[in-house]
């Protein structure tokens, strides 16, 4: 499965942007789907993740209450609605598909490109 992130950008601290993942290619099996970021300097770090029925859903200390991850697998697409953006949120954005559980970061093995974040004060 191939998949490509959209909707990063530069925001001030407090507002809201939101982004996509499209998935193609081998779209007909049940993956679980999941965000992860990057910070200048730091490992990568599951952000959130999301069942294929959309159901479970799964977050970050650092982000619950304010990012949303949902699905439109009609679209194949997968979006994190994040508010309340604060600086230590810049980061590159990875979408990434699993064959397991979302919050087993183990299995994520389809990644995307990356999207950039950066929230400024």
């Known amino acids: 499965v191939q998949l490509v992130e959209s909707g990063g950008g530069l925001v001030q601290a407090g507002a809201s942007l939101r982004l996509s993942c499209a998935a193609s290619g081998r779209t007909d099996r049940s993956y679980a789907m999941g965000w992860f970021r990057q910070a200048p300097g730091k490992e990568r770090e599951f952000v959130a993740g999301i069942s294929w029925s959309g159901r479970g859903t799964y977050y970050s200390d650092s982000v619950k209450g304010r990012f949303t991850i949902s699905r439109d697998n009609a679209r194949n697409t997968v979006y994190l609605q994040m508010n309340s953006l604060k600086l230590e949120d810049t980061a590159v954005y990875y979408c990434?598909?699993?064959?397991?559980?979302?919050?087993?970061?183990?299995?994520?093995?389809?990644w995307g490109q990356g999207t950039q974040v950066t929230v400024s004060s």
């Open positions: 990434a598909a699993s064959i397991s559980t979302p919050a087993d970061v183990r299995y994520y093995g389809y």
